[in-house]
């Protein structure tokens, strides 16, 4: 799935100007801050489970090969099979494979952005496999053929009257805009998808290597459905979810739902050890591990950006990052958005596709303390940044906003060195900035790169005297 042809500034521009979108942002954002706040305020041991978290993922990276090796070979003494993934084109022809020899139509999918990482639902599509997403969010986006806009509430940009819509026009059911409705709508959908369904596929949010066990961790019970009504199983993982030790999977499982819904706990928490088994021992259905690499062995090979696979797609730093909350997560051009995504997506997609992400942030930090895993987040986009500048520098001729940024940062680093002429040219400044001001603030400037900032919001003029000034006057007195 490559990254769409718009620019970001292009994509930001659009969803700024969606009211809808602003709007839906807002509640849903304000709504998962303020349930995480209260969910992690009542456990004094918090910040020590991060960091207990951290260590544990910061050890089984430094040792990935060996626990690895140590699921693989669990999984398959338990009767399961297990295929090695280079590429997203590797996962998808040996799913393929597997469906076509299994004679499946139609394989129930639970939430996973691995799939949409490698575009499975399309592969399937293109091999005669009809695939059917089953979470309530991603069954939305699949009907309305569209990418998600957050990791763990993929539709949080749609309104009810929008799924009313859409429901009424793809499903051919009678419109309504009550939410029980609608959901009672897709419900009775899915159920005879559930039961006529020949291959479940899930992804994997943590693999025990000391057990051979899949977890998995949802709210609906679809995850539940998918893997045990089908004959065959499918999960997919990237290398990064392996944990160590059964007794590791307390720990993420505190944070995990605190972080992301503010749950104390998920609905559901599902253990997959092997195949389920029938009566009297038989082992019939079918459960395949597909362990995905598609990059992720560069990103482990680069020691400043290993912390990356850290994240356990909580969507915990897209909730509080003030660029998020105001573009939504279609403006990313991808399918992993917020400030995970703009470290992560120029790692998998490359550089030069993406190299404009990690530019979409304020560096404000707020990712970081959201992080439940203590990822340096701040830090690994002015690392992707300072390698986006060393290539443009070498490598390609800039445009002329570009340019003038560059230009203007020089000559800023030139006259903080000297005092005297950085409080003349803040005079300068501020003198100028009282004279396009319209009422106390600047509402619309021509005057770059005041525009860019200027074409969406306010920027109060500054009154009076400086900083400078008053405390020079006060040491004076």
Request: aromatic share 6%; net charge positive; with cysteine.
């Amino acid at each position: 799935m490559e990254i769409t042809q718009q620019t970001l500034a292009q994509r930001s521009h659009s969803a700024l100007q969606n009211v809808t979108l602003q709007l839906a942002l807002k509640r849903a954002t304000g709504r998962f801050v303020e349930l995480r706040r209260k969910a992690t305020a009542n456990l004094p041991e918090w910040e020590e489970l991060r960091e207990r978290a951290r260590q544990i993922k910061e050890h089984t990276l430094n040792h990935l090969d060996y626990y690895l090796e140590q699921l693989a070979e669990r999984v398959t003494a338990l009767g399961g099979k297990v295929y090695w993934a280079s590429t997203g084109e590797d996962v998808c022809h040996y799913i393929n494979q597997l469906a076509c020899s299994r004679g499946v139509k139609t394989a129930v999918k639970s939430k996973s952005m691995a799939t949409e990482e490698v575009e499975l639902n399309q592969a399937l599509e293109a091999a005669g496999v009809r695939p059917v997403e089953t979470d309530l969010g991603e069954y939305i986006i699949q009907l309305a053929r569209e990418r998600p806009t957050h990791i763990i509430a993929p539709a949080i940009h749609k309104t009810r009257e929008q799924i009313g819509d859409l429901f009424a026009d793809k499903l051919q059911v009678m419109r309504t805009e009550v939410v029980e409705e609608l959901t009672a709508i897709a419900r009775e959908k899915l159920r005879n998808e559930f039961l006529s369904a020949e291959m479940g596929i899930t992804g994997v949010n943590f693999a025990i290597a000391e057990t051979g066990t899949i977890v998995l961790v949802e709210n609906e019970g679809n995850i539940r459905l998918s893997t045990q009504l089908p004959p065959l199983h499918v999960a997919l993982m990237g290398i990064e979810k392996v944990i160590p030790r059964f007794a590791d999977l307390a720990v993420f499982l505190r944070l995990l739902p605190r972080s992301a819904t503010g749950q104390l706990m998920s609905s559901y928490v599902s253990f997959i050890t092997g195949p389920k088994r029938l009566e009297r021992g038989r082992i019939e259905p079918e459960f395949h591990l597909v362990i995905m690499d598609n990059g992720r062995t560069r990103m482990l090979a680069d020691e400043k950006m290993r912390e990356s696979l850290y994240c356990i797609r909580c969507g915990a730093c897209l909730n509080v990052c003030p660029v998020y909350q105001k573009i939504g997560g279609q403006a990313y051009g991808w399918i992993y958005p917020g400030p995970i995504g703009a470290v992560i997506t120029p790692q998998l997609q490359s550089l030069q596709k993406a190299s404009e992400l990690p530019f979409a942030s304020s560096l404000c930090g707020a990712c970081k303390d959201a992080c439940p895993v203590k990822i340096n987040l701040p830090d690994l986009l002015l690392q992707l940044r300072h390698q986006v500048n060393s290539t443009a520098t070498t490598t390609t001729k800039l445009d002329a906003q570009k340019l003038g940024e560059r230009l203007a940062m020089r000559a800023y680093s030139v006259m903080v060195r000297h005092p005297k002429w950085f409080a003349a040219a803040g005079r300068v400044m501020r003198k100028l900035a009282q004279i396009l001001a319209d009422g106390g603030k600047i509402t619309h400037s021509g005057v770059p790169p005041l525009k860019e900032w200027t074409d969406y919001r306010d920027f109060p003029a500054p009154a009076g005297k400086s900083f400078r000034e008053r405390w020079q006057e006060q040491n004076e007195q």
